[in-house]
């Protein structure tokens, strides 16, 4: 049996009933991310590598052993709906290369470091208020992690503005966090609590994303406070 994202623990009963057990397809080198959001998590906290573990499922939260691992870097741009998606293709060749190998008794189990364990908790809605205390290279952490769901926001004015896609950048500004100092056709460089995070695709309430240069057509927003 073989399970992914699955988000309920299996009872024993289930377990043992197939003759090679259940095989869990979990989006992280484990026992780096256990839990709900590998992706996401592991995107938050800045990462530079992750990958996929075929795990042999127990009664605990992505705790069974280890049974083969394959790992892949964290593009700097990437966000948590590219990352899945290249994961998902990984995960796809990796359950094909254990399962055939199940058979001939040549893998070799791994027993997890619980020590070495951290929780991927699911994702929160209010996890995507972005704060603009923050350092920009926080900031632009939250907009990858938080694409496609549930996206990066802040306000502006009485506006929610959606950010998809921003980058950062290595300026500095005596102007207050939340500031747009500048809008231009490469995008909206708002000052952050330690350089700038600049937006290169938002979008506004009840619109569809688009990029800031279609923004700043329609819409003045330098000097601006977002919140």
């Known amino acids: 049996m073989v399970v992914v994202a699955y988000g309920l623990i299996l009872p024993a009963a289930i377990l043992e009933m197939p003759t090679y057990g259940c095989l869990n397809i979990h989006a992280s080198i484990l026992p780096r991310w256990r839990g709900a959001a590998p992706i996401q998590r592991a995107i938050l906290a800045g990462d530079s590598k992750t990958g996929v573990t075929i795990m042999q499922m127990n009664e605990g939260l992505d ?5 083969f691992k394959v790992e892949t870097d964290i593009q700097p741009q990437e ?3 590219s990352l899945h998606d290249r994961l998902a293709l990984l995960g796809a060749e990796a359950i094909v290369a254990v399962v055939s190998r199940l058979q001939s008794g040549d893998l070799q189990a791994e027993r997890q470091d ?3 364990a ?6 929160d809605k209010a996890e995507a208020r972005l704060d603009w205390q923050q350092p920009a290279e926080l900031l632009d952490r939250q907009v990858r992690a938080f694409n496609p769901w549930p996206v990066a926001q802040c306000q502006w004015g009485e506006k929610t503005l959606r950010v998809w896609q921003a980058e950062t950048l290595a300026v500095s500004s005596s102007a207050a966090a939340g500031t747009v100092i500048n809008a231009s056709k490469q995008g909206l460089d708002v000052v952050t609590g330690e ?17 800031t240069e279609a923004f700043i057509n329609a819409h003045t927003i330098a000097g601006d406070q977002l919140d």
């Open 195 to 211: 350089g700038c995070l600049r937006l290169l695709q938002i979008q506004l309430p009840g619109g569809k994303p688009m990029p």
């Open 79 to 81: 966000n948590a709906g």
């Open 118 to 123: 951290c929780y991927a908790n699911k994702l």
């Open 114 to 116: 619980d020590d070495q």
């Open 63 to 67: 705790t069974g052993d280890m049974l």
